[in-house]
């Protein structure tokens, strides 16, 4: 007996209620967004539940929407059940602003430094992580790099010496 | 004494002795530290610190063109740069829809099976190493020193590969290439059981590596461990069973599990891995021999949009230029959408998280780097144990810095 999309969505949405929307699947991977209040309990539903058992937390990161104002932040976790060989993926939108999302190192020992990462680059701030700190920049770093609002340098640019570094 | 050396508060009081290891220290094998508060040898506390190489490769990903990322993921995992760019070219054909024909598949799986052999023996060689046995590193190294050449005659380049393209390949395999490969499918065996007798049952080795750095299924699961490391513990949790890519499906092999997860169980996983990958190659050579005729010449997707052509035919044929054109001034916009692509890297569950909004380059693009996520368990793994443990555990995880840091 093998879980399928609709089932999952269905026990979901037993759950939830409405409170769980944009239900997409592309590439067969199913996809939904969570207030950012409730990821928690999304995820300890996912992790407790008999039928879905989506017990491996593959991946955790954020991405950056500056023009979808109010909700800026998306955190994205992406969660495997390995007995049944499914994968989910859902997103938790927040404003970057006031960039709290609860923190998930309590399900997932993994989440740790994926949270730590994620802090480091885009500045979400999970709240109850034990030791939330940048992870691979350097620490008097005041700003979140991979935040849209600081693009790469333009290649073009000609206000550079290049004599001295070349192009 | 001079007012910048500021001790921590009740450092001359602890009784433990506070060690840096790393940031480049010989025993760790790449750039990272560890912080270890010692009692006598045995080790008390440690903290890791990495981000020596960070390089802001997912932030460079946002101004590429997909095909100028391959050389980014060369640099994650550079012990088995091939698995790497292969996995990346998979992520991108499963995203704009291109299906590569089986002899791509098969040429492809021999390229990754080599790499994962490079990338095992350097680790169980290091593990060799570092608990005091240097000559299974002489031995086995002259292999991937072969490998090498291979990759060599197949793309150019040894180390960081760049090899093939979204799609296939650059060019077909040259009979150089396919010499060098039966060479090495005819004497690596020999060579790797030597090994294995030097290893699997001395005694020394044994008692240095058995019950060092154990983890449990459970721990391991929660600490996101994949590949070999996992499967020591006992998941048989393999990528290129549980989602074939590539055309694994059609391949017979095992996959390794082991029971305790210490370093003894790792390496042993890695040896069997390395036997299973040979008998995988051998497998697709087989497949490779059986095509005949213009069948033989397939080396790449019939997908002009996407895969770059060959550069004799861009200066001869008008459709080859006007493509190499398109796809290198980036007009061919990339489908809306996202996806996530993972393959079984040498370390583990290599993933590749592309969001796309049209355009040129990718909006963001995420890699899942198995070395940064199951680090995070190396205090938890050598606390209590001997510092000397601390330096096998480390090498039998197979840490690869620049798979730590991106």
Same mark, same amino acid.
């Given at each position: ?20 929307t944009d239900w997409q699947?592309p590439?067969?991977?199913?996809t939904f967004t969570a207030p950012k209040?409730?990821?928690?309990? *999304?995820?300890?539903?996912?992790? $407790? $539940? ?11 990161q954020a991405v950056h929407y500056p023009d979808n104002t109010g909700a800026e932040l998306a955190v994205v ?5 390995? *007995? ?5 993926r859902f997103k938790v939108f927040t404003d970057i602003n006031k960039p709290d999302v ?16 994620t802090y480091?680059f885009f500045g979400v701030n ?15 770093? $005041?700003y979140f790099p991979l935040r849209k609002e600081f693009p790469l340098e333009d290649?073009?640019?000609? $206000? ?8 | ?57 997912e932030k460079i990903a946002e101004r590429r ?28 054909? +499963? ?144 990528? +290129? ?24 169980? +790792?390496?042993?996983? +890695? ?59 980036g007009?061919?916009e990339m489908p809306v959408g996202e996806i ?13 998280y592309l969001i796309s909004d049209g355009g040129r380059t990718p909006y963001r693009l995420h ?40």
């Open positions: 007996m093998s879980l399928t999309n609709e089932t999952i969505q269905q026990k979901l949405t037993e759950k939830f209620g409405d409170a769980l699947q590439y067969g991977m199913l209040d409730i990821n928690l309990k *999304v995820l300890q539903f996912l992790f $407790d $539940d008999e039928q879905l058992k989506f017990r491996f937390l593959t991946d955790l976790y992406h969660l495997h059940n390995l *007995v049944d060989n499914v994968r989910i609860f923190s998930a190192t309590a399900l997932y020992q993994s989440a740790n430094w994926m949270e730590r990462e480091d999970f709240v109850g992580h034990p030791n939330l700190i940048r992870v691979l920049n350097v620490p008097e770093m $005041d290649q073009t640019r000609v $206000d550079k010496d290049d004599e001295m570094f070349g192009r | 004494m001079s007012d910048h050396i500021v001790l921590p508060e009740g450092s001359l009081e602890k009784e433990t002795t506070t060690l840096n290891l790393g940031p480049t220290h010989p025993a760790t094998h790449g750039v990272f530290q560890n912080i270890l508060e010692l009692d006598g040898e045995r080790i008390m506390k440690a903290t890791s610190t990495v981000g020596y190489i960070h390089r802001a490769f063109n997909l095909y100028q990322i391959t050389p980014l993921t060369d640099r994650l995992n550079y012990c088995s740069s091939p698995i790497n760019n292969m996995g990346w070219h998979i992520a991108c054909e +499963r995203f704009l829809g291109v299906t590569t024909p089986k002899r791509v598949d098969y040429l492809r799986i021999i390229i990754m099976e080599l790499s994962r052999i490079s990338d095992h023996l350097i680790c169980n060689s290091i593990v060799g190493v570092d608990s005091g046995a240097y000559s299974g590193f002489l031995y086995l190294m002259q292999y991937r020193e072969l490998i090498y050449e291979i990759y060599e005659e197949v793309c150019g380049s040894r180390l960081t590969t760049n090899i093939g393209r979204i799609g296939g390949f650059e060019r077909n395999f040259t009979n150089t290439a396919f010499e060098k490969l039966e060479k090495f499918l005819a004497e690596y065996p020999k060579q790797l059981k030597e090994f294995e007798n030097l290893f699997t049952r001395n005694r020394i080795f044994m008692e240095r590596t058995i019950g060092c750095g154990p983890i449990s299924a459970e721990r391991a699961l929660s600490y996101g461990f994949t590949g070999p490391n996992l499967r020591a513990a006992g998941v048989d949790y393999d990528v +290129r069973v549980h989602t074939p890519y590539s055309s694994y499906q059609d391949f017979e092999f095992t996959i390794p599990v082991g029971t305790t997860g210490d370093c003894y169980d +790792r390496f042993l996983v +890695r040896n069997e891995e390395m036997w299973q990958s040979l008998n995988i190659i051998r497998q697709a050579w087989q497949k490779v021999q059986e095509f005949k005729g213009a069948d033989a010449e397939v080396y790449h997707a019939d997908s002009p949009a996407y895969y770059l052509p060959p550069k004799k035919d861009v200066y001869t044929k008008m459709e080859a230029l006007i493509y190499h054109f398109k796809i290198i001034m007009e061919i996530y692509s993972s393959i079984e890297g040498a370390n583990g569950e290599l993933g590749f890699f899942r780097r198995p070395c940064f996520i199951y680090y995070q368990a190396y205090p938890e793994l050598i606390k209590g144990g001997m510092l000397s443990d601390a330096v096998i555990t480390m090498s039998s995880l197979n840490l690869i810095a620049g798979e730590l840091d991106a």
